[in-house]
């Protein structure tokens, strides 16, 4: 049975008399890889240096690996790790220099660990070379491997991919679920970029304009918001006689029709009844990305 690692209770924060979070509230499952999704400006990055301890709130409560953020910030900081845009090493010395220089600070001491972090993330062949002649990809990896230094508990990223390239990406992305599958960090995720997380996530938290909009797994969400399933089928039927087998359908292209359908389990008899008609190349689901996800939950939030 997973337990609450992250609990926060009517969190609100207030800077010049401009509230920046309004009465948030979320829990984060131990084990478990989330994404805190929403655009720029929407509080994200309040939240993380809130469960910090580096800012206090200006009302509510919050509590961390069982401890309080506002009292007890530097047992947190000892068991959790955090990668911020800004890569926060230093760019005269060696990738190896900047790990035990930080592994010294941190009082780990412990060369395997970071000989181990830049194998994983494949950076020991870089290990001597001065990071500022490093590629943001690269710089991003060693920040990496810096936050994990101390074995966390707890892995705070704030937008991990921003100025990355799609290879980039994919390799930071690739590195996280393995951190979370072999060693058991629990990882929240900031980003304005829904789509990239879409195969990392276990849990989501959306928010908007200092408001926590919803959260929970992607099966749970989809099951609350997205009453309807849009699949986009690539086939040679005609729309006429598509549309004869019972299914709202529409032509989207050459080739291409969308249909309308109240649930996933309907795409096994309607592709059935489609091949039956003539042939069928290819089908995907349209509507239920994260993005799409994300506007649903927008929307009913404004209802």
């Not at 951190?179 to 938290?205: A, P």
Request: proline letters at 3%; glycine letters at 8%.
């Amino acid at each position: 049975m997973t337990k609450s690692i992250i609990s926060v209770q009517n969190l609100s924060k207030s800077f010049n008399k401009q509230e920046i979070l309004s009465n948030v509230s979320f829990d984060v499952q131990e084990g478990s890889i989330n994404g805190l999704l929403g655009p720029n400006g929407s509080g994200k990055t309040t939240i993380i240096r809130l469960l910090n301890g580096v800012i206090s709130p200006s009302q509510g409560k919050m509590e961390l690996l069982g401890f309080n953020p506002i009292t007890h910030g530097e047992e947190i900081r000892a068991h959790s790790g955090i990668v911020t845009e800004s890569t926060n090493l230093y760019h005269e010395m060696s990738a190896w220099d900047n790990l035990m220089f930080y592994s010294k600070l941190y009082n780990v001491h412990d060369k395997e660990r970071a000989k181990s972090l830049l194998t994983m993330l494949d950076m020991y062949q870089h290990k001597d070379k001065k990071v500022g002649t490093f590629s943001t990809g690269m710089k991003k990896r060693v920040s990496l491997a810096k936050a994990l230094l101390n074995r966390p508990k707890l892995l705070f990223l704030d937008e991990p991919t921003n100025g990355l390239d799609p290879e980039g990406i994919q390799l930071v992305l690739h590195y996280l679920k393995e951190l979370n599958e072999q060693e058991g960090i629990t990882i929240l995720i900031c980003s304005h970029v829904l789509h990239q997380l879409e195969n990392v996530c276990t849990s989501y938290l959306f928010i908007k304009n200092g408001v926590m909009l919803e959260s929970g797994t992607r099966e749970e969400l989809e099951m609350k918001y997205i009453k309807e399933v849009q699949v986009l089928i690539e086939t040679s039927v005609p729309l006429d006689l598509a549309t004869s087998l019972g299914y709202e359908c529409e032509e989207k292209g050459e080739g291409q029709l969308v249909f309308t359908l109240p649930s996933r389990g309907v795409i096994p008899t309607l592709l059935r009844d489609l091949l039956s008609k003539g042939p069928v190349y290819g089908s995907r689901i349209t509507n239920q990305t994260l993005d799409n996800l994300y506007f649903q939950i927008g929307g009913a939030a404004h209802e």
